[in-house]
Structures are given as C-alpha cells and as structure tokens.
C-alpha cells in the first residue's frame, strides 16, 4: 500500500476491549507481512467515556475521529449507565459519532457461513448461502427529528413524541449507495418502507423510483412494505439481495436479517458519509452485535465480527480488496478447522476463547501468505 493510513480504534465497553485487542493484533500482522502501514490511536466512547469525562463521546475523540482515515469501533453500553440521563448514554455517544460525521449510509452484510449453516433457527435449506446486504439510512428518520420529547399535559398526562422525516435529497444518497452496490452484487435492490400509512413513506417510494428510471435502470428494483419484509425475510430470505430502508426499519430488519444467520458474533458493518472531490469519505467500522456486559472479561466473546469489520474498512475505506478477501478467507478458513467461541460452538468442534480465537485466525493468515508465495515461486 503506498500511503500511510490513519484510523481511531474505540474500544467501548463490556467486550470491547477484549476483542479490540484481537483486531488490532490483526492490523499490526498486515503491517507486518502484507505492507500495509496503519496507524493506530485510540480514543473514548461509551460508558467508559462518561466515566472518565462525564459525556459518552469527548471532544478530543470526536475531532480525532474527523481527522481518521477510518474509525473501527467494538461495542459500546452496559447495565452500569442504565441510570444516567438520555441524552448523555453510551449510545447517545455513538448517535453523535455517526450525526457529526455525517455517516447517513450504514451497511449490514447478512451473510450465512457454510460452516455454520446449522447454528440458524431456520432449515438449513432456507438459509444456505444466504448472503444480504441491507442498507440502513442513519442519520435521519425517527432518531433524530425534531419535535422529540417527553412533555406533560394541562390534564396532567404525559406524552412522548418523535418525528419520522425525510428529504428528498435524504432519501437520494443512500438509495444511490444501494444502487451501486447491487451493481456489484445480483443487481437487485427491494426498497422498504411503510407508504401504505405514512407521508415520510410515500416519499421514500416516489423518489426510489425516481432515480431508478433516471439512473438506474439496469438495476431491478422492488418495494415492499416494512412489515411484509419482516415476514419475507422468515419465508424466503433467498429473494433477497440488496435491502434499503430508512434508520428505524433498518434497525429492525437488520437484527432479524443477522438472526438468520444463527452468528451474530460474525456480523460486521461499515458506515459511510459522502466522498469528497477526492473520493475521500468517513468511516466508520463495527460489529453489528452489542456490549455482551454479561460475558465481558471472561475471554468468551466472538472476535471474528470486530475482525471482518477491518476486511470491510480494507474494502471500503483503503481499496485493498485483495486483503480483505484475504481476511475473509481466513474467517472462513479457521470455521472450517472446526474451530468455534462459545457463541457458535456446535458438536464435534474445538471451544476456544476470545484470544485463543485471535491467535489461531493470525496463524491461518500466516498459513496463507505462506501458501501463496509457495504457489507464486512454484
Ligand atoms: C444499532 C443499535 C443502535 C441503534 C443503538 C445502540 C443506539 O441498535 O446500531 O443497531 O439503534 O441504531
Ligand atoms: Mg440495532
């Protein structure tokens, strides 16, 4: 790689900082041998944020984090700052990370592992080779329109308000991010929404569909209602390939669409902002799954979501599409040993814990590059 790249790691809470230290010993191995040159620094977010600074996400991080080429999150909360005030919660710091880097287009792969086909819920047969990737608007929609609140009546009730919104130009560049994606996939894309009873909806739909005759012709484009993919997805997820939908649906569909993959501990996710004149955009990299507080610091949590997070950022952020199927094979590669953490162990396989995980996906690494330069030199 020519140039020098620049990321922020956030450890965050629970298992954070268990499978952040994986992650980074996997970064420090593509320096080492594949002639990567990244850079580390890391920062704060989360509870442990509010316990050193007294706000989930501070301003030294957030600015650091606006100077990376690339940020790669673990996981932030815990049961420890239930209590504190809304708006300064450990998720309050990651909705600030995404609002102020302007990250409106998050990507969640939903891909089934041909090692793991029977840890699903569903028949093997329905979920075999499943591979989805939905897009998730975020930075708009529910999560951040105005009027919000909790006000208290003249009668003495209370109400709680939220605001669904969308703009057109909103909607447009995060449709068009799902476009061109699909192009590189089975040029499909199923645009979801609610237009049968809202406004907001109804918008989505016209202005999809706008831009898909003006510019996207060549992809198939379908919409459904949020509810009936909620069920497709149960069905016939296979029907399938590019999802997008707005911050409140996605957040739903996606956590369904990664139950079917029986692994949530292997789900990654990328989010995106605009690129710039030169092509330059920010990023932000985590695992789809949560804080686990209940088996932080007992070496038991998955770190292969948090390390196929960093094949995205290689894709994504870096074009080093080489490394990341690397990696990814790698993933791959260690399930088909049989190796397993406790999240998908299935019988018959070898229960490793959190660095044991760590240690023997860098040994299959090694195993690679040495195979590949016995095969170059042959
Ligand atoms: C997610 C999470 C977040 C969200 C929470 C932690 C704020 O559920 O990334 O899907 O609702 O967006
Ligand atoms: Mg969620």
Redesign the pocket.
């Known amino acids: 790689m020519s140039s020098k790249k620049r990321i922020v790691a956030l450890q965050g809470d629970g298992i954070g900082p268990e499978i952040m230290a994986e992650a980074l010993k996997v970064i420090g191995w593509f320096n080492e041998n594949a002639g990567t040159d990244i850079e580390v620094s890391k920062g704060d977010i989360g509870g442990m944020c509010i316990d050193k600074h007294g706000v989930p996400l501070d301003d030294a991080t957030l600015e650091a984090c606006r100077k990376a080429d690339a940020v790669l999150l673990a996981a932030?909360?815990g049961p420890k700052w239930d209590k504190v005030d809304y708006n300064i919660r450990p998720?309050a710091g990651?909705?600030k990370l995404r609002k102020e880097l302007d990250l409106f287009a998050n990507l969640r792969p939903a891909k089934v592992f041909d090692a793991l086909v029977d840890a699903s819920t569903l028949k093997p047969e329905i979920v075999r080779g499943l591979d989805i990737l939905i897009v998730r608007e975020l930075t708009g929609g529910v999560?951040f329109g105005q009027p919000r609140g909790i006000e208290t009546l003249e009668n003495g009730e209370r109400r709680g308000v939220n605001t669904q919104v969308y703009t057109t130009s909103e909607i447009l560049r995060v449709a068009r991010v799902a476009f061109d994606l699909a192009k590189k996939r089975q040029n499909r894309v199923c645009s979801c929404e609610k237009a049968n009873v809202m406004e907001s909806g109804k918008l989505w739909r016209e202005e999809v569909t706008a831009l898909h005759d003006a510019e996207y012709k060549d992809v198939a484009l379908s919409h459904m209602y949020a509810d009936n993919c909620a069920m497709q997805l149960l069905r016939n997820p296979a029907q399938f390939d590019v999802i997008v939908t707005d911050n409140l649906f996605g957040?739903i569909l996606?956590?369904e669409a990664a139950m079917l993959t029986g692994s949530l501990g292997m789900l990654p996710s990328a989010s995106l902002g605009a690129a710039d004149e030169n092509g330059r955009r920010a990023a932000l990299y985590e695992p789809i799954h949560?804080s686990a507080p209940d088996i932080a610091g007992k070496g038991a949590a998955n770190p292969l979501a948090i390390i196929l997070s960093i094949a995205m950022m290689f894709r994504y952020s870096f074009d080093l599409g080489e490394e990341a199927d690397r990696l990814e094979q790698a993933v791959e590669a260690v399930l088909g040993k049989g190796l397993r953490t406790a999240d998908i162990m299935s019988k018959g396989c070898t229960r490793l814990s959190t660095e044991d995980m760590g240690r023997a996906l860098l040994d299959t690494l090694a195993e690679g590059a040495s195979a590949s330069k016995a095969a170059a030199s042959a």
Request: aromatic letters at 10%; a negative charge; hydrophobic letters at 30%.
């Open positions: 932030v909360g998720e990651l909705l999560y957040d996606s956590d949560g």
